[in-house]
């Protein structure tokens, strides 16, 4: 039997378990008990790694003796029927007061039933977002950690050992309860399809307005990154558009097929929003928009349909690009403001406290989305923490204001060309439909009551409405005070 000298384990050694074990063994005062199903992988990381604190075990028995108590483990296996499998198996080896870490992509409402399944031996079940790929994994990820307030207490300084750090502050908090940590990544990821389809969009207008090649357009994302865009999406982007393909000699962006995969997170938090009534059109159409990229035989049968007559071309290259730069911040802006809305919206859902300024601070390293802007975020929060949409705090409101002609005249200009900018120009009829005094809502009221009986309220007078239809002059009916 191996005595219990480890005070953290992680269950399941693919790249992203072995990696944030190997983080976890560098920090000071970790010593970490590894286990895999396939005992492979362990003895592989054992043999590569000589050096690290690892406990090797074979059994699920052999790593519950290895903790020292209370014991945690985090479990970085394929979400779904694996978490599951995984989480059955430790709880009959672990004791009550003991902590299961789901470190894997899990959907929330999967983590709030398995964490009230688990309460009830007495053993504690947290849900943590980990953000930051396989490269995070190994050298600092940003963590969103769920799960109740005693776990925290253990968790807290091993989490805070191995997160990244973004000025002086390591990037974890407990977000909250149950579901709460990944909730709150799977709004991360969210953000991250709007990010990424913004920066294609800005990419793909650049390059049809202007023919500037894949490097040349390198260039202009490597100068956004010192202004307010500066992030890690622009910076890689750059990156991506340099690259030359070693087969063919040609950019490497046109030899990569034009159709983008997914793996969930997006359209969950599509699907959320909608039952929690949250527009995040943005967000949407990026999920969609990869949807429609992997539609190839569409596609091509829509390849001959009519589009503009004339060919696009721009006139004044230099204020065309400047106007694409501007056009793609004020639409990250909408799409965090989005994002944060849904936060809000869950988190009064499902009763969790969840503190919007440090959820800004802990995506500022490690996570993908991490920028710069995200403290301006923060800030906004801190002045006003029950901001009723992130957009309206005076830095934002202002950032939009010198934006939106630029903003318009690049989506005006995509429209005319025939070339797709949805996420920009959703984006911007979000703006424009918050703002607008009045929406054809009214209209959509009186046809749900005309051929529903749905009823409507009016501006005059309370309570709830029903009109009988006939002809130009109608009666109503009151269904009664609203109060």
């Known amino acids: 039997m191996v005595d219990a000298t480890a005070n953290i384990g992680v269950v399941g050694l693919a790249v992203m378990g072995s990696n944030l074990a190997r983080n976890l063994a560098s920090r000071e005062g970790n010593t970490v008990a590894i286990f895999n199903r396939s005992h492979e992988k362990t003895d592989t990381l054992l043999s590569e790694h ?20 209370p014991r945690a483990a985090i479990v970085m296996v394929q ?9 059955e198996e430790l709880t009959k080896v672990f004791e009550p007061g003991d902590i299961i870490v ?85 709004i991360h990821n969210g953000i991250e399809y709007a990010d990424m389809q913004l920066i294609g969009e800005a990419y793909d207008l650049i390059r ?69 009534g949250i527009p995040v059109s943005g967000i949407a159409e990026a999920v969609f928009a990869r949807s429609l990229s992997s539609k190839p035989a569409q596609r091509a049968a ?8 004339e060919a696009w071309t721009v006139e004044d290259t230099d204020a065309f690009i400047e106007d694409v730069r ?50 301006r975020i923060t800030e906004a929060y801190a002045d006003d923490a029950g901001l009723v949409a992130l957009l309206t705090a005076p830095y934002f409101r202002d950032a939009i204001a010198g934006a939106q002609d630029s903003w318009r005249r690049v989506v005006s200009t995509a429209a005319a060309a025939g070339i797709p900018a949805p996420a920009f120009s959703s984006s911007l009829s ?3 439909g918050l ?32 009109t009988l239809w006939s002809g130009d002059r109608t009666e109503i009916e009151s269904e009664g005070s609203s109060h």
């Open 430 to 432: 979000y703006y424009d």
């Open 302 to 309: 829509a390849a001959d349909l009519p589009g503009p007559d």
């Open 208 to 276: 049809r307005g202007t023919g500037k090649s894949p490097a040349e357009i390198a260039e202009i994302f490597t100068a956004w990154n010192t202004t307010e865009l500066e992030s890690y999406l622009i910076e890689i982007t750059a990156e991506v558009l340099k690259q030359v393909d070693a087969k063919t000699g040609k950019p490497l962006v046109d030899v990569i097929l034009d159709q983008a995969g997914a793996k969930g997170t997006g359209a969950w938090t599509v699907q959320t929003a909608l039952d929690l």
């Open 102 to 186: 789901d470190g894997g992509n899990s959907l929330f409402t999967d983590t709030i039933r398995r964490e009230k399944a688990v309460r009830e031996t007495g053993i504690n079940f947290v849900g943590a977002g980990i953000s930051g790929g396989e490269e995070g994994a190994l050298l600092g990820p940003s963590i969103m950690p769920g799960g109740s307030d005693e776990s925290w207490v253990t968790l807290g300084p091993i989490l805070e050992s191995i997160a990244a750090v973004a000025e002086g502050e390591p990037c974890v908090t407990h977000v909250g309860h149950d579901g709460a940590g990944h909730f709150v990544k799977m």
């Open 326 to 375: 501007l056009a793609l911040y004020a639409s990250k802006i909408i799409a965090y403001s989005q994002g944060f809305d849904e936060i809000v919206a869950g988190a009064e859902q499902y009763d969790w406290d969840i503190h919007k300024g440090d959820i800004a601070k802990i995506w500022r390293g490690g996570c993908i989305i991490r920028a710069q802007f995200l403290n």
């Open 79 to 87: 979400a779904g029927n694996g978490t599951d499998a995984v989480i």
């Open 435 to 466: 703002r607008a005094d009045r929406l054809p809502a009214a209209l959509t009221q009186g046809l749900r009551d005309f051929f529903g009986a749905h009823t409507y309220k009016r501006v005059d007078m309370d309570g709830t409405f029903h």
């Open 50 to 69: 000589p050096e690290a604190k690892f406990v090797g075990t074979t059994t699920y028995e052999e790593f519950a003796a290895s903790l020292t108590k």
